[in-house]
C-alpha cells in the first residue's frame, strides 16, 4: 500500500509539471524492419552433476544417454541406462541479426525433467534449431548457476534457482539467416509506439535529413523509405544516416492510458489522462465466518456415543468511510491521485475505483489490464 501511495505521489507531482519532451533520435523511438533476433531452442544432457541429475522416474534422460552412447559406439540398443549424473534441459539461445558462422552467442538452460540442480554440470554438444527447423548454432559447455545447493542426510540448503542455468559464449552460430539488408530497395521504420502523428513527425525528418521525398508513412506504425540512387547497394548506411535522425514529438505518443495489474496490485496512469464530472464514494462490507465445532461426549458407561456439533459464528461489518469526492470536469491525473489518496483507501480499492470510474464512463483513457 505505501508502494503504491508512493508511486501515486511521483505521478500527482509529474502531473503538475508542463510536458517538456526533448529530441529523440529516429533510433531511439523506432526500430529496422527485417533487422531483429531470432529465437533457437534444442534438447540435450547436462552431464556430470553430483547425484543431482533426473531421477529413473523420468525415462527420456536414460534413453537420450542410450542414443548418444551409441552413436559413440559404447551402448547397446537395447541397454538401459539410470544414472543421477545428467539431466535432460531445454537449451535456448538468441541469433543476433547479421551474425556470422563463428559467432559466439549466449545460451540458457532449463531443467525438463526432475533434476533438482545442475551445478557443476557440462552441456554436452547440443544443436539449436531455429523456426524452420535448421540447425543455426551448436551449444556446450560448463553451465553456470545462480545459487548454490548443498543437502546432507536430514538438511538441505539452497539459493538462489539451481534449476536454471546460462554460458556466456556457450553457443558457436553455425550458419546465418539469408537476409541482405544492402540488397533492399526499400527500408521499413516502425515505431515502438504507434502513433499517427509520430509516424508522420519521422517521415517528414527523414525526407527533410536527406533532401528528398523518399519517407512515407503506411500507418500509425510503419514508415517506408524507398533507398534513395545515391544509396543504391549501401542500403546499411542509409539506415545508419537515418537513425541519427532528431524528431522532437510534441506530445508523448500514444493515446491517454490508464493500466491496471490486478495480480500484483499495480496502477499506472498516463499524464494525459482526463475525468469528466464524477462523484465518487466507496465503503467496504467484511463478512467473516468461523467455524468452531465442539465435541460432545455422553456420560460414562451410558449407551449413547461422542459426536462434533457444528457451531458456527457469522459477523458482519461495514467500514466507516463514508466519504464522498466530486472531480469536476477536466480534472487531471493529480486531482485524481489526491482525491483516491484522501479516501485512505488500499491499492485492491483503488482498482475497484477505477474500473467503476471507466464504466461510468467518466475516465477519457483507455483502462487496459497489466500482464
Known amino acids: 500500500m505505501n508502494g503504491a501511495r508512493l508511486v501515486f505521489a511521483l505521478l500527482a507531482a509529474l502531473a503538475v509539471m508542463p510536458p517538456a519532451f526533448g529530441q529523440s533520435r529516429i533510433k531511439d523511438i523506432a526500430t529496422i524492419g527485417g533487422v531483429r533476433e531470432n529465437g533457437l531452442v534444442g534438447t540435450g544432457i547436462v552431464a556430470g552433476l553430483a547425484g543431482t541429475g533426473d531421477s529413473p522416474a523420468f525415462p527420456a534422460t536414460g534413453q537420450s544417454l542410450r542414443g548418444m552412447l551409441q552413436r559413440q559406439g559404447v551402448a547397446s540398443p537395447d541397454q538401459t541406462i539410470r544414472s543421477r549424473a545428467a539431466a535432460i534441459v531445454s537449451v535456448s539461445a538468441a541469433l543476433p541479426p547479421f551474425a556470422l558462422p563463428g559467432t559466439r552467442i549466449d545460451v540458457a538452460i532449463g531443467v525438463l525433467g526432475d533434476a533438482m540442480s545442475l551445478q557443476g554440470g557440462i552441456l554436452q554438444p547440443t544443436p539449436l534449431l531455429g523456426p524452420d527447423g535448421e540447425v543455426y548454432a551448436v551449444a556446450q559447455g ?27 559464449g556457450g553457443a558457436v552460430v553455425e550458419r546465418a539467416p539469408k537476409f541482405d539488408l544492402n540488397r533492399q530497395a526499400t527500408v521499413t521504420i516502425s515505431l515502438l509506439n504507434p502513433d499517427f502523428s509520430l509516424a508522420r513527425q519521422v517521415a517528414r525528418a527523414i525526407n527533410a535529413g536527406l533532401h528528398a521525398e523518399v519517407a512515407h508513412m503506411l500507418d500509425n506504425a510503419n514508415i517506408e523509405v524507398t533507398v534513395p540512387p545515391s544509396y543504391g547497394g549501401r542500403a546499411a548506411e542509409l539506415v545508419a544516416d537515418i537513425e541519427s535522425l532528431p524528431v522532437q514529438p510534441s506530445q508523448s505518443p500514444g493515446a491517454a492510458r490508464v493500466v491496471i495489474d490486478d495480480r500484483t496490485g499495480t496502477i499506472v496512469l498516463g499524464d494525459q489522462v482526463r475525468l469528466s464530472t464524477v462523484a465518487i464514494s466507496h465503503g467496504g462490507l467484511t463478512v467473516r465466518v468461523t467455524d468452531a465445532p465442539q465435541v460432545s461426549q455422553p456420560p460414562p458407561f451410558s449407551p449413547g456415543r461422542t459426536v462434533v456439533v457444528p457451531r458456527t459464528n457469522v459477523e458482519v461489518s461495514e467500514g466507516g468511510n463514508d466519504h464522498v469526492v466530486v472531480l469536476p470536469a477536466g480534472s487531471t491525473i493529480g486531482d485524481l491521485v489526491n482525491s483516491l489518496n484522501a479516501l485512505h483507501l488500499g491499492v485492491r480499492d483503488q482498482i475497484e475505483i477505477l474500473q467503476a470510474v471507466k464504466q461510468a464512463g467518466a475516465i477519457q483513457a483507455d483502462v487496459v489490464a497489466g500482464h
Open 142 to 168: 560448463a553451465v553456470s548457476i545462480g545459487g548454490f545447493s548443498a543437502a546432507g542426510s536430514a538438511q538441505s540448503v539452497t539459493q538462489g534457482v539451481v534449476a536454471t542455468a546460462h554460458i556466456t
